[in-house]
């Protein structure tokens, strides 16, 4: 058996719309192994391997370490980024400050790879565990009744104790969520990325050494930040470059991008930059617009039958370094609350499951503006000296990184759940939200409420 951790059947059915992102995926996996019956449907019609490079934090590396007691790990490793530090840099290639890799420190170490290549592994691992993916299914509309709800799809109605909209940033699930339509706004920045096979950068002394072993480089230029990293015994490359670009778009994740338009940016920069820009294979250059989302009011729809999750609750900045271990959080933490809520207490469970992840998740958010902004708006003049204080250095928080969200969703749901039949959150309003996190539940016997930063 794949899934040893596998629990009794608690008879509650599950439908989770999406499966070519992370979110729902993980979300499956963890409602399989607490026992709920699931269907997970997806619009593509067959499994893409989609992006470049995506990162798993300590706190996301401990929920994947628990999948097949160790399978699903063992699968990544090989194609996990394995340095031993990152290096700092000015944009004219002056040190700025060199950082080890933080190991075992928080418990579980970061996966960093090429977001396709994990996304198949765990793919193939929910199927493996008994998951239900149905492929080629773009769900048209979400509907919501006392006691049920459902999605129609392929002009067939289907019903289920809760549904899940892990439907990205486009979400559709969010407008039964709301009630209305949510505009995204342009963030105020642009990145561009790729990964390639590092034959040519092989053959260019200026890069050579990135293609001996794996690393991981960082440049840093007035509003502009370039990360690069070489994977797979540095076989593999992938950079990105975030930079100012206030283009009003329609929302969409990726264009094709120009080299010459990247070299307008970085053309002057440091040699090793600008070898890796022009030797990048021009069809492999993505020109993502970063859209940004105020914090939504609420993830949850009045009745608590419908739930968002991942991208589509909270899109993140790339340099939150978060967005892809706070969807997976959501799913262990969804999937734990409907486990101790059981069949008859579903909204309950939705409920706790805001209120456990609310805060936590707009926490870190904010730090991708932080680290976005101390990076973009650092003293270049003074860097190099002023560095030795460590300014910045990526954060390491140990309340973000330490976190097990499955054994925090355990502890604090009684309590949480508690105080919302006691009516302590006003629970079926809508835009009245507060979070509560780990700390504040452990640390005081009666949580501590504080009206969260909607739209700070
Ligand atoms: C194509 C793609 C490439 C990405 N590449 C990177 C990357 O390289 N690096 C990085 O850091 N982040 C990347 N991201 C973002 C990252 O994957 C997400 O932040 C993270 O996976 C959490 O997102 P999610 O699972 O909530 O949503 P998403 O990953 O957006 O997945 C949403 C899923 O819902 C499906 N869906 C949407 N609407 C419907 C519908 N009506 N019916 C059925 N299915 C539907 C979509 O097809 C998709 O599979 C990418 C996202 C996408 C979609
Ligand atoms: C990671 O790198 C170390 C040191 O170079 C090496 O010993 C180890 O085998 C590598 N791990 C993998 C999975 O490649």
Redesign the pocket.
């Known amino acids: 058996m794949v899934c040893p951790e596998q629990l009794p059947p608690t008879g509650i059915q599950v439908i989770i719309v999406g499966a070519e992102g992370i979110g729902g995926l993980a979300c499956a996996i963890e409602c399989q192994n607490k026992g709920h019956s699931v269907i997970v449907l997806e619009k593509f019609p067959k499994l893409e391997i989609l992006g470049d490079i995506i990162s798993f934090g300590p706190n996301a590396g401990r929920i994947i370490e628990r999948w097949g007691n160790g399978l699903v790990a063992d699968r990544l490793?090989?194609i996990?980024l394995?340095h031993?530090g990152s290096t700092w840099r000015r944009f004219d290639g002056a040190e700025i400050t060199k950082m080890r890799t933080h190991g075992l420190k928080f418990g579980s170490p970061m996966y960093n790879g090429h977001r396709g290549e994990f996304h198949e592994i765990f793919f193939n691992f929910a199927k493996e565990t008994g998951v239900e993916i149905r492929l080629g299914q773009r769900v048209e509309e979400y509907w919501e009744e006392p006691g049920k709800a459902g999605v129609i799809v392929n002009g067939q109605r289907m019903e289920a104790d809760l549904v899940v909209g892990a439907d990205g940033v486009r979400s559709k699930a969010r407008k039964l969520v709301l009630g209305y339509d949510d505009k995204p706004h342009s963030s105020g920045y642009a990145v561009w990325r790729t990964w390639f096979t590092s034959e040519e950068l092989a053959k260019d002394p200026l890069t050579e050494w990135m293609t001996k072993?794996?690393t991981h480089t960082g440049w840093f230029g007035p509003d502009v930040h370039f990360l690069a990293a070489s994977l797979k015994?540095g076989k593999d490359i992938s950079w990105v470059c975030t930079h100012e670009d206030k283009a009003d778009i329609e929302e969409s994740w990726s264009f094709p991008g120009k080299i010459e338009d990247v070299l307008k940016v970085v053309g002057d920069w440091d040699p090793v930059v600008q070898t890796l820009v022009k030797k990048t294979p021009p069809d492999t250059l993505v020109d993502w617009k970063l859209v940004y989302r105020d914090p939504l009011p609420t993830w949850i729809s009045k009745g608590a039958r419908t739930c968002l999750l991942g991208d589509a609750a909270h899109p993140f900045l790339p340099t939150s370094i978060q967005g892809a271990s706070q969807a997976m959080e959501d799913g262990v933490v969804l999937a734990a609350c409907l486990h101790a809520a059981g069949k008859d207490r579903v909204p309950l469970a939705v409920r706790s499951y805001e209120r456990i992840r609310y805060e936590r998740c707009r926490r870190a958010q904010r730090l991708g503006e932080t680290n976005r902004d101390t990076w973009h708006k650092a003293d270049f003049s003074t860097v190099l000296e002023k560095e030795k204080a460590g300014g910045m250095k990526l954060p390491t928080p140990p309340w973000l990184f330490s976190h097990d969200s499955e054994t925090n969703a355990y502890r604090v749901f009684p309590q949480v759940s508690k105080d919302i039949l006691a009516g302590k959150y006003g629970s079926e309003e809508i835009g009245n939200q507060t979070g509560i996190c780990e700390k504040k539940l452990t640390t005081v016997s009666a949580p501590v409420t504080k009206q969260a930063e909607v739209g700070a």
């Open positions: 490793r090989p996990t394995n031993t072993g794996d015994q």
